[in-house]
T-cell receptor, first 114, second 115 residues
Framework: AQSVTQLDSQVPVFEEAPVELRCNYS??????LFWYVQYPNQGLQLLLKYLSGSTLVKGINGFEAEFNKSQTSFHLRKPSVHISDTAEYFCAVDGSSNTGKLIFGQGTTLQVKP | DAGVIQSPRHEVTEMGQEVTLRCKPI?????LFWYRQTMMRGLELLIYFNNNVPIDDSGMPEDRFSAKMPNASFSTLKIQPSEPRDSAVYFC?????????????FGPGTRLTVT
């Protein structure tokens, strides 16, 4: 069975500092991996996705993530965060590529402080 | 494209009443997903459809919940009778599965409060 673990429920960080949000997955098959962001009172929006190819994936708003198959991780990073990055971030995996069904992690709240 | 459209955006109802949530997926998308989000349980997949056919409803909490997709442009999630523990934000998402794009596009959600 597939599962996703987001290791931190909350990550406080100061503005302009770098940040890493951690995600580990378990799956016995090849996976597709996603990071979504949810701003307050809104739906989820795709930040980036890994389907195949380069293991370093760049997304919107300056975020990037690296797929590490040996460590079954897909950590999200940004070199310098802004106040506007304050939101909840979800990692998701689709290990059954024919269905489109995603398994989401519990989410990480990024709190950017001035 | 208008994106995924959900209605109503907010619903307040009394326990025991029937509630119907509506979703219009993005045109051309052939997969549709219903999720529920609460503080306690996070984001839960309730049911999803491929080409209007329900594929997996194992996340539907109990028989009080039902979902339909009569055509490619409309889906409903019904709760009858509603209970206070059903209070949550319900999201609909659609995906162009089959075109090599596995991204799900989420609607703005319906915030349901059952008193």
């Amino acid at each position: 069975a597939q599962s996703v673990t987001q290791l931190d429920s909350q990550v406080p960080v100061f503005e302009e500092a770098p940040v890493e949000l951690r995600c580990n997955y378990s799956s016995s098959v090849s996976v597709y991996l996603f990071w979504y962001v949810q701003y307050p009172n809104q739906g989820l929006q795709l930040l980036l996705k890994y389907l195949s190819g380069s293991t370093l994936v760049k997304g919107i708003n300056g975020f990037e993530a690296e797929f590490n198959k040996s460590q079954t991780s897909f950590h999200l990073r940004k070199p310098s965060v802004h106040i506007s990055d304050t939101a909840e971030y979800f990692c998701a995996v689709d290990g059954s590529s024919n269905t489109g069904k995603l398994i989401f992690g519990q989410g990480t709240t990024l709190q950017v402080k001035p | 494209d208008a994106g995924v459209i959900q209605s109503p955006r907010h619903e307040v109802t009394e326990m025991g009443q029937e509630v119907t949530l509506r979703c219009k997926p993005i045109s051309g998308h052939n997969s549709l997903f219903w999720y529920r989000q609460t503080m306690m349980r996070g984001l839960e997949l309730l049911i999803y459809f491929n080409n209007n056919v329900p594929i997996d409803d194992s996340g539907m909490p109990e028989d009080r919940f039902s979902a339909k997709m009569p055509n490619a442009s409309f889906s409903t999630l019904k709760i009858q009778p509603s209970e206070p523990r059903d209070s949550a934000v319900y999201f609909c998402a659609s995906s162009p599965l089959g075109r090599g794009d596995y991204e799900q596009y989420f609607g703005p959600g319906t915030r349901l409060t059952v008193t």
